[in-house]
């Protein structure tokens, strides 16, 4: 059979065996991938241009506006990591942003902090292309996939080579990379497929926790190796809450020691409530026209709680989106139609009181997709309206690849129980 309970099977040890998990769970559930069209992906580079023109605007004003700083939500231990020039022109080398499409993209979050998933891609594409039903699907149509893995290589090398200009013009042009995140993330499975790529390429590579970091004489070191340059996956909020400024990553990176991809200046734009900026009338004598109507075009409403009264985020539960300013993974989000009016109203007193933002709720298109339980593949497939969303990496400003989320819950993300599939562009038929 093209699709029967052993291909199902066998795609599942495969994506185990090539890492392709969210903690222990396959992140692929589906037979079938996301496909997009060549004018899709045109729409979305532009999409991707005009937004990153917009929020380059808010980053460097608020390096030096404490009224911009103090509304976008910016503690003071993040601004004093701001003010340090990571050492290229780029806040953020690696984001994404999280989309709703139904004849054009609608922005809903821009994760500025080196989100996950981007070197998922290409494993998972390579992986479906076995996949019988689809190759006989590929052998009638002109597919390709977007290189989400040599497209992060290369940011991370330009971000290096502009670095070491400025602060290490002595050392080589080919750094020792670390990839830094938390000891046990769900999301480990990912730095390897990165590490291994490097290391494919003749770039040193390692994946570390902070706790394996140490800056001894002028050098961020891990065991014996010298670190050049840090991917860090680890979110600066979240290194925040558990660091400070005495560990060894910020006193190297205050130093110009090492470089920092994305550098901790990404946390500007990853505050949701640069959305609302973008878009606020207080505000819009930082955007030209242009920009301002291009803002508006492509990003859902979106304001900081405190332009609502309680009264009317109550009476328009139904077309509302609450979230924490700084947050990841879909968590404490609460969509007003799927919570009844007590809910609602707690979540708006924890709201008031963290600064959170208010959106406007845009509706997911829907797919068909033909899922599996990854515990029980005898049980074969399962054709199931599911949710979806099209997301944008970027690479230091451009479209690097899609990523496709699939979720059966009013939000869409892999933390939440939904899943990532590949993601094709369909030109024609063969």
């Given at each position: ?125 390579a992986l479906i292309r076995e996949v019988p039903v689809f190759a006989a699907f590929a052998a009638e149509y002109e597919l390709r996939e977007m290189d989400a893995t040599a497209a992060l290589r290369q940011a991370l090398l330009s971000v290096w080579d502009e670095f070491r ?20 993330a769900a999301t480990r499975g990912e730095f390897s497929l990165v590490a291994r790529d490097l290391r494919d390429h003749n770039i040193p590579a390692l994946v570390a926790a902070p706790e394996d970091l140490r800056y001894e004489a002028g050098e961020l070191r891990v065991g ?194 939904g899943q990532a599939i590949p993601t094709f562009v369909l030109s024609a038929h063969v």
């Amino acid at each position: 059979m093209l699709a029967g309970p052993a291909v199902i099977e066998r795609f599942v040890r495969a994506q185990h065996e090539a890492g392709l998990t969210f903690g222990q769970t396959v992140l692929c559930r589906s037979l079938r991938p996301a496909f997009v069209t060549p004018a899709m992906v045109a729409t979305f580079e532009e999409t991707v241009a005009a937004f990153y023109d917009a929020i380059r605007v808010i980053e460097q004003r608020a390096l030096t506006d404490a009224a911009l700083a103090t509304e976008l939500g910016l503690s003071q231990a993040e601004r004093l990591l701001c003010a340090v020039d990571p050492g290229y022109d780029d806040a953020s080398c690696v984001g994404r942003l999280d989309a709703l499409w139904s004849d054009r993209p609608v922005i809903i979050e821009y994760n500025a902090d080196s989100p996950a998933g981007i070197s998922f891609q290409a494993s998972q594409a390579a992986l479906i292309r076995e996949v019988p039903v689809f190759a006989a699907f590929a052998a009638e149509y002109e597919l390709r996939e977007m290189d989400a893995t040599a497209a992060l290589r290369q940011a991370l090398l330009s971000v290096w080579d502009e670095f070491r200009i400025r602060y290490a013009p002595g050392r080589s042009a080919t750094p020792n990379i670390g990839i830094v995140d938390l000891a046990g993330a769900a999301t480990r499975g990912e730095f390897s497929l990165v590490a291994r790529d490097l290391r494919d390429h003749n770039i040193p590579a390692l994946v570390a926790a902070p706790e394996d970091l140490r800056y001894e004489a002028g050098e961020l070191r891990v065991g014996g190796r010298r670190i050049d340059l840090v991917y860090k996956r680890l979110l600066v909020a979240d290194f925040l809450s558990r660091y400070d400024a005495t560990h060894p990553l910020t006193r190297a990176y205050r130093d110009h020691a090492v470089c920092v991809a994305s550098s901790f200046r990404c946390t500007i734009a990853h505050k949701k409530r640069a959305l609302a900026v973008l878009q606020s009338p207080r505000w819009s004598g930082l955007l030209d026209v242009r920009h301002q109507d291009a803002v508006h075009m492509m990003i859902a409403p979106t304001w900081r709680i405190d332009d609502w009264a309680d009264d009317d985020l109550v009476a328009q539960r139904q077309r509302l989106v609450i979230k924490p300013n700084d947050s990841h993974g879909g968590a404490q989000v609460h969509v007003g139609a799927s919570c009844d009016e007590p809910d609602w109203r707690a979540a708006l007193v924890r709201a008031r009181h963290e600064g959170w933002v208010v959106q406007e709720y845009i509706s997911p298109a829907q797919g068909i997709y033909p899922l599996f339980d990854p515990s029980y593949p005898e049980r074969g497939l399962t054709l199931t309206p599911c949710l979806e969303d099209r997301n944008a990496f970027l690479l230091r400003g451009r479209l690097g690849s899609i990523l496709t989320r699939l979720g059966e819950g009013p939000v869409i993300n892999v933390s939440q129980g939904g899943q990532a599939i590949p993601t094709f562009v369909l030109s024609a038929h063969v």
